[in-house]
């Protein structure tokens, strides 16, 4: 199972980006998709996340800027992050709670991460 994300990149203040991570290879089903964060020298910290019928949950410091949103087909989840801050610049890195195919056993994985910048 991989997780491949892309969308990062750099941005002013106000600025807008959409960041997307597909989930691929031997996947029975998803359970949550989400996005968490790493600024240096913080802590890895939640973002957005997801679960397949649709329940969303965000961090305070992110409601009614960011939108996250999950084509279940495609197994990508989305992050549109919109009115970003200087305090949004981190690596953001896709999370799927999934259970693979033959195994029939629930894992936990990690995308790669993705740089967003956000300059004031």
């Known amino acids: 199972v991989q997780l491949v994300e892309s969308g990062g990149g750099s941005v002013q203040a106000g600025g807008s980006l959409r960041l997307s991570c597909a989930a691929s290879g031997s996947i029975f089903s998803i359970n949550f998709m989400g996005w968490y964060r790493q600024a240096p020298g913080e802590k890895r910290e939640l973002v957005a996340i997801?679960?397949?019928?649709?329940?969303?949950n965000y961090a305070d410091s992110v409601k009614g800027r960011f939108t996250i949103s999950r084509d279940n087909a495609k197994n990508t989840v989305y992050l549109q992050m919109n009115s970003l801050k200087p305090e949004d610049t981190a690596v953001y890195y896709c999370?799927?709670?999934?259970?693979?195919?033959?195994?029939?056993?629930?894992?936990?994985?990690w995308g790669q991460g993705t740089q967003v910048t956000v300059s004031s």
């Open positions: 999370n799927a709670d999934l259970i693979v195919s033959g195994i029939f056993k629930k894992y936990v994985y």
């Open positions: 997801t679960t397949s019928g649709g329940s969303t």
